[in-house]
Every structure is written in C-alpha cells, then in structure tokens.
C-alpha cells in the first residue's frame, strides 16, 4: 500500500514569514510529485510539480526533493493571509501502468497570524 | 481554468437509490479521474479511464461503477447509495505523457446518502 504523509497541522505562522510543508512517501520508486492548495469549500489546484531531486521555484513557492530520504517540501516566502488552506502533497506511482494514479496525502492546514 | 463541469453540483438520496454523477470536459485531455475526500481520509481515488471504454479501479472502488463512452463525459454510478458513500466527489482530468500527475479537478459534487 503506497502511502504519503503529512503532519495535518494546524501550522500557523506570521505574516511575511516562510511557512514550511512536509510530505514523505513510502514508495521508493516513486517518480513524480506535486503539491496542489485546496481552500476550504473548494476543489483542489496545482500550484507545483518536480521531477527531480533538489528545489524548483515558482515565485513565492520552493518545492524540494529528497528521493534518497523520500522527503518532498514546500516552502512559502513571504506568507500572505491568500495562503491560508489545505496543502495536499500527492505522488505518483512507478511507470508500468501506475504513474498516472496519485496518491495523496490527507494534507496540512495552514493558517497565518496577523 | 480547465473546462471540467460535475453535475449535480449536490444531490441528498435515500439508502438504497440509485445515484449517477457526470464529469463532462471540454479539454480532450485522455485521462478522467473520480475521487472522493472524506474529513480524515483526504483525497481517495475511486476509478480512473485512460480512454474511451477503458476504465479501471482505484483504491476504494468497492459499490461503485463507471464508464465512458465519449471522451467527453465520465460517469460514476452507485448502484445502491449506503450512508457510507455520503462524501464530497470530485472530477479530475490530466493530460497524456510525463505530466499526467497535473490533475485538473471539476468544482465538486456533494452527495448526502440518508
């Protein structure tokens, strides 16, 4: 059974500062991994995707990847109240028929102090 | 945004009824997915199609049903609704290739089973 995991939180951090997710998975051969935001009422978005080991940014966010440790991350500079929500850490499986099937974690909520 | 519609957008049925919900894109992306999100459980996926009449199960297919007949349209069927299956469902949809894991999700579908 592949599994991902996530402290559910809730994490709580001020205003302007990094707030830092963490998933790991239990798949080693795991090849493909994304972090979608799911605000409360709402479906889920994609807002990163890496590939390979080490960090990718995209504006304000930094995925990280450490397939060794099997440990993905994603850091938020500067946190806005706009980042409040659920952040779902997913995987995907091995190639051979299963990586298109994610597995996702049940998520981390994220809240700011103003 | 992705042009993913779920109808009924929320439905309340009875123990026992039959239930129908319908995925319909606009995006002729090859891979349609139907997942169900329950507090403590996050994201699980229930059936997947990688094409027009090609389906398969997920990790908690158990009571439900689905088909595709156009690449279009997704159907997922309860056969006969249980309480259980009182859940938040969403749609989903991906692209063929090595970005399969970038899932698109349709708005929602809530489903009360009395």
């Known amino acids: 059974q592949k599994e991902v995991e996530q402290n559910s939180g809730p994490l709580s951090v001020p205003e302007g500062a990094i707030a830092s997710l963490n998933c790991t998975y239990s798949d080693r051969g795991s090849q493909s991994f994304f972090w979608y935001r799911q605000y409360s009422g709402k479906s889920p978005e994609l807002i990163m995707s890496?590939?390979?080991?080490g960090d990718k940014e995209d504006g304000r966010f930094t995925a990280q990847l450490n397939k060794a440790s099997q440990y993905v991350s994603l850091l938020i500079r500067d946190s806005q109240p706009s980042d409040s929500a659920t952040y779902l850490c997913?995987?995907?499986?091995?190639?051979?028929?299963?990586?298109?099937?994610?597995?996702f974690g049940k998520g981390t909520l994220l809240t700011m102090n103003p | 945004d992705a042009g993913i519609t779920q109808s009924p957008r929320h439905k309340v049925t009875e123990t026992g009824t039959p239930v129908t919900l319908r995925c319909h894109q606009t995006?002729?992306?090859?891979?349609m997915y139907w997942y169900r999100q329950d507090p403590g459980h996050g994201l699980r996926l229930i059936h997947y199609s990688y094409g027009v009449k090609d389906t398969d199960k997920g990790e908690v297919s158990d009571g439900y049903s689905v088909s595709r007949s156009k690449t279009e349209d997704f159907l997922l069927t309860l056969e006969s609704a249980t309480s259980s299956q009182t859940s938040v469902y969403f749609c989903?949809?991906?692209?063929?290739?090595?970005?399969?894991?970038?899932?698109?999700f349709g708005e929602g579908s809530r489903l009360t089973v009395l």
């Open positions: 995006e002729n992306h090859r891979y």
């Open positions: 989903a949809i991906s692209e063929a290739g090595s970005n399969t894991g970038e899932l698109f």
């Open positions: 890496i590939y390979s080991n």
């Open positions: 997913a995987v995907n499986g091995n190639s051979g028929g299963s990586n298109y099937k994610l597995t």
